[in-house]
């Protein structure tokens, strides 16, 4: 009981952020350089993130987690990562920014715990659907449902996300965000198995629809 107390409080501590906000803060000056623009879906993705939510992204480099944290710049983010990442030296500051680590191919009860934990207590969860980088289009590759379980479990809204690929280094970033998606309010508390799969292939959709309103913006 007291092992529990103390977890919940170094939870709640504000200290938990303090790598975070750091670099955060210190980063400021490169909003300069990539001039990030962002551009919406339509007046409901302009509406600013409030409570837990999870955040999806097409997956095109090493730098994406600092994009979308320049797009959504008055959040605080959560990075679900590949648990083999953990595992080499760059666990230390996965950790140290509170990422999630997760076995794509065999996510445990206990990872999808630490996910909807996080979004239940009012978090915002950002990851990559795709389950690898994609560079050789702007087109992003097909969605994994296990991101709409996470959302069920978590009871949030899915918000997706495209970055543009970037043509060179001096190039602005451009970042398109789309209106929250409920699954559970169209599916239900309980979907089956193919709704599941069906709510991934309409975030699919979402994202590339996305592509076509960030491929028209100049950079």
Same mark, same amino acid.
């Given at each position: 009981?007291?092992?529990?107390k103390?977890?919940n409080e ?6 938990r952020w303090?790598?975070f906000?750091?670099?955060? =803060?210190?980063?400021a000056? $490169?909003?300069?350089?990539f001039r990030?623009? =962002?551009? &919406? ?6 509406k600013?993130?409030r409570g $837990?939510?999870?955040?999806? @992204?097409?997956h095109?480099?090493l730098?994406?987690?600092? &994009?979308l944290m320049m797009a959504?710049?008055y959040?605080?983010h +959560? !990075?679900?990562?590949?648990?083999e990442?953990?595992e ?5 500051w996965? +950790? ?5 680590? =997760? ?9 999808l715990?630490?996910?909807?934990d996080?979004?239940?207590? #009012?978090?915002?969860?950002?990851m !990559?659907?795709e $389950?690898q ?9 097909? !969605?994994? @449902? ?8 978590? $009871?949030?809204p899915i918000?997706p996300a &495209?970055?543009?690929? +970037? ?7 451009v970042?398109?965000? #789309?209106?929250? !998606?409920d699954?559970?309010a +169209?599916y239900g508390?309980?979907?089956k198995f193919?709704?599941l ?5 309409l975030? &699919?959709e979402?994202?590339?629809?996305l592509?076509q309103?960030? @491929?028209?913006?100049?950079?």
């Open positions: 009981m007291k092992n529990e103390k977890k170094k939870k709640r501590s504000p200290l303090l790598p906000d750091f670099v955060r =803060i210190t980063a000056p $490169g909003l300069l350089w990030p623009k =962002i551009i &919406y879906e339509n007046e409901n993705a302009k600013k993130i $837990g939510a999870l955040l999806i @992204s097409n095109i480099g730098f994406d987690p600092m &994009y959504i710049w959040r605080r +959560r !990075f679900i990562c590949k648990k990442l953990t080499h030296r760059l666990g230390f996965l +950790r140290l920014f509170r990422c999630i680590p =997760i076995d794509k191919d065999d996510m445990s009860l206990a990872a715990r630490r996910v909807t996080a979004l239940k207590d #009012g978090e915002l969860v950002s !990559f659907p $389950g980088v994609s560079t050789q289009s702007e087109s992003p590759a097909g !969605f994994k @449902s296990g991101m709409v379980l996470m959302s069920i479990q978590g $009871g949030v918000i &495209y970055i543009k690929p +970037r043509k060179h280094f001096y190039s602005r970033l970042v398109a965000l #789309g209106e929250p !998606f699954v559970t +169209r508390a309980r979907p193919s709704q799969d069906e709510a991934a292939a975030l &699919y979402k994202d590339l629809l592509a309103l960030a @491929s028209r913006e100049r950079n």
